[in-house]
């Protein structure tokens, strides 16, 4: 982290939505990256110097290109109040993960930019928690960052890399390739509706299953790089099918088809919704951290093997055809999703 100054102390301000109170001695900005930042995540031997000084210096790998992400969450916005802190840090890094499962990359580091409205060391304690047990699973090494005092916000940069030329992009699909989800779609809607009291149910097991979907959603980073010289083209499913596969056709300039029969719905998410909310979710909800694919038919096979060693399910929800813009059909029948995606400025 970054421990130039000066800055106002982490130690001020009021609580913001999501963050809990504590009662314990008020920590300042370098005791507080001390004690929860430094060494954080998995050691890595091409980390050359990692937080502490003004910068950081990594040595990237020849033969490869590195990938770059960066997202931000906030309180209030992409998380509620109560929810856990453990949750919270999961979420940071998760969701920047997710997008280098997206391009078939290999995280490798990344750096923490949290503003915080007081320096609580229960909900510090928390928040270090989740993100490195999720670090060190994807042997992702904490290599600088900043802290500041204002609203809850946690802003993560990952970079990683794959071998040259190998990226998974948006703007390789063509006419003829299959569109293909990973995993079920619409359980972090459910979850996020359980959460705010908007859907209840006195199915507790699946209330559980939903609601742990939505605080700890799982990037497919290892599906990410079986699918490398598989798929045409992918993205992750972060603001919802309805919200990303436009941007995957306009960037390859072609068209899809759907056909919303098709779309994965888990069992808990039918025990606790209607089938059509079900389908509203999985199409427009989002959070969902899934990768949305295209692959030549004459691949397919191979893909869906690379997912099934994984322990992965992969469905055909629709295809590529030539022009612009995506098509929904209900067993034949055209229709228009009453979800169309989050955005955060609509």
Same mark, same amino acid.
């Given at each position: 982290?970054?421990?130039?100054?000066?800055?106002?102390?982490?130690?001020?301000?009021?609580?913001?939505?999501?963050?809990?109170?504590?009662?314990?001695?008020?920590?300042?900005?370098?005791?507080?990256?001390?004690?929860?930042?430094?060494?954080?995540?998995?050691?890595?031997?091409?980390?050359?110097?990692?937080?502490?000084?003004?910068?950081?210096?990594?040595?990237?790998?020849? @033969?490869?290109?590195?990938?770059?992400?960066?997202?931000?969450?906030?309180?209030?916005?992409?998380? $509620?109040?109560?929810?856990? $802190?453990?949750?919270?840090?999961?979420?940071?890094?998760?969701?920047?993960?997710?997008?280098?499962?997206?391009?078939?990359?290999? $995280?490798?580091?990344?750096?923490?930019?949290?503003?915080?409205?007081?320096?609580? $060391?229960?909900?510090?304690?928390?928040?270090?928690?989740?993100?490195?047990?999720?670090?060190?699973?994807?042997?992702?090494?904490?290599?600088?960052?900043?802290?500041?005092?204002?609203?809850?916000?946690?802003?993560?940069?990952?970079?990683?890399?794959?071998?040259?030329?190998?990226?998974?992009?948006?703007? @390789?699909?063509?006419?003829?390739?299959?569109?293909?989800?990973?995993?079920?779609?619409?359980?972090?809607?459910?979850?996020?509706?359980?959460?705010?009291?908007?859907?209840?149910?006195?199915?507790?097991?699946?209330?559980?299953?939903?609601?742990?979907?939505?605080?700890?959603?799982?990037?497919?980073?290892?599906?990410?790089?079986?699918?490398?010289?598989?798929?045409?083209?992918?993205?992750?499913?972060s603001d919802g099918l309805a919200g990303d596969l436009p941007k995957l056709v306009a960037a390859s300039r072609v068209a899809a088809q759907v056909e919303i029969a098709n779309?994965?719905?888990?069992?808990?998410?039918?025990?606790?919704?209607?089938?059509?909310?079900?389908?509203?979710?999985?199409?427009?909800?989002?959070?969902?951290?899934?990768?949305?694919?295209?692959?030549?038919?004459?691949?397919?096979?191979?893909?869906?093997?690379?997912?099934?060693?994984?322990?992965?399910?992969?469905?055909?929800? @629709?295809?590529?055809?030539? @022009?612009?813009?995506?098509?929904?059909?209900?067993?034949?029948?055209?229709?228009?999703?009453?979800?169309?995606?989050?955005d955060h400025f609509r």
């Open positions: 982290m970054n421990t130039d100054g000066p800055r106002p102390s982490v130690a001020v301000g009021g609580a913001a939505p999501g963050l809990a109170g504590g009662t314990g001695a008020a920590l300042g900005e370098f005791d507080l990256i001390r004690r929860y930042f430094t060494g954080m995540g998995a050691e890595r031997a091409d980390v050359t110097l990692g937080v502490g000084d003004d910068a950081a210096l990594l040595e990237p790998a020849a @033969g490869r290109e590195l990938v770059v992400t960066v997202d931000a969450i906030v309180a209030g916005r992409h998380f $509620p109040a109560g929810t856990e $802190p453990r949750s919270i840090g999961h979420r940071a890094l998760a969701v920047n993960l997710s997008d280098l499962a997206a391009m078939g990359a290999d $995280p490798k580091w990344a750096t923490l930019a949290l503003t915080l409205p007081k320096a609580d $060391p229960r909900w510090l304690d928390g928040f270090a928690a989740g993100f490195a047990a999720l670090a060190r699973e994807h042997e992702v090494a904490l290599v600088g960052g900043d802290t500041t005092a204002g609203p809850l916000t946690v802003s993560v940069q990952l970079i990683g890399d794959v071998p040259r030329g190998a990226a998974l992009r948006r703007d @390789g699909a063509r006419p003829g390739d299959l569109l293909v989800v990973t995993g079920t779609l619409g359980d972090s809607g459910a979850g996020l509706a359980l959460r705010l009291g908007t859907l209840s149910t006195a199915e507790s097991a699946a209330a559980a299953e939903l609601e742990r979907r939505f605080d700890y959603p799982t990037p497919r980073v290892a599906f990410g790089r079986a699918a490398r010289g598989l798929a045409s083209a992918a993205m992750d499913l779309l994965p719905l888990s069992a808990a998410l039918r025990r606790v919704a209607s089938l059509e909310q079900a389908r509203d979710w999985a199409i427009g909800a989002g959070d969902d951290y899934e990768l949305l694919l295209t692959v030549p038919a004459g691949r397919l096979e191979a893909l869906t093997a690379a997912a099934g060693q994984l322990n992965l399910t992969l469905t055909v929800v @629709g295809r590529i055809v030539a @022009g612009e813009g995506v098509g929904w059909t209900l067993a034949g029948r055209s229709v228009a999703p009453r979800l169309t995606g989050y």
